[in-house]
């Protein structure tokens, strides 16, 4: 049976931490799916449809990707796309306490599935999105927190 993964986030905007994470998993998955999970209390800095077009071009060479959205919950989304694994990276303590309690709430609901957490490579640990919509916000310059390739500067932000 074909092994599809779920990469759910915000990924406002998709990082290295983020792509490392992705490009490690492709020797597990036969297809992973990145899917920006659509909080409706949580308004994005960067449009929903720019952070797709963006993921898409990091990507788009790399045939077992595809880029999505979604509202609602994450287990029902796994079900209607047939994933029956949910990957997940963890930087952490902080990452770990949080992600164990929704992998166990997943598992509870949907038990034929498995969350998969790879751990944060060393250089990647201090990248996270919220610091690099600040310094972004701040005029800062980010190149290094992004994959390379797409200038951020050209989407523009709500
Ligand atoms: P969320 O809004 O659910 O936290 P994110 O887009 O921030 O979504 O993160 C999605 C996933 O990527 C999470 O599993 C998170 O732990 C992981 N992640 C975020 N930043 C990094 C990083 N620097 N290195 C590795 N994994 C990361």
């Known amino acids: 049976m074909e092994k599809v993964a779920l990469f759910p986030g915000s990924f406002d905007p998709l990082t290295v931490g983020h792509e490392s994470i992705i490009r490690r998993s492709f020797d597990l998955f036969d ?19 720019q952070r797709i077009e963006w993921i898409s071009m990091v990507f788009e060479h790399d045939p077992k990707i ?19 694994f949910i990957l997940r ?10 992600e164990w309690s929704i992998a166990q709430l997943n598992k509870a609901m949907y038990p034929e599935l498995e969350t998969v957490f790879l ?40």
């Open 119 to 158: 751990l944060t490579l060393p250089e990647f640990i201090h990248v996270n999105s919220s610091i690099v919509r600040d310094i972004i916000r701040h005029g800062g310059d980010v190149s290094k927190f992004l994959p390379g390739g797409v200038d951020l500067t050209k989407l523009n932000t709500k």
């Open 89 to 98: 990276g963890l930087r952490t303590t902080a990452d770990f306490e949080y």
């Open 66 to 84: 595809e880029v999505t959205h979604y509202d609602g919950l994450t287990i029902d989304f796994c079900r209607k796309i047939g994933a029956r």
């Open 31 to 49: 297809k992973i799916i990145i899917a920006i999970g659509q909080n409706i209390n949580k308004k994005g800095f960067y449009p929903l449809e």
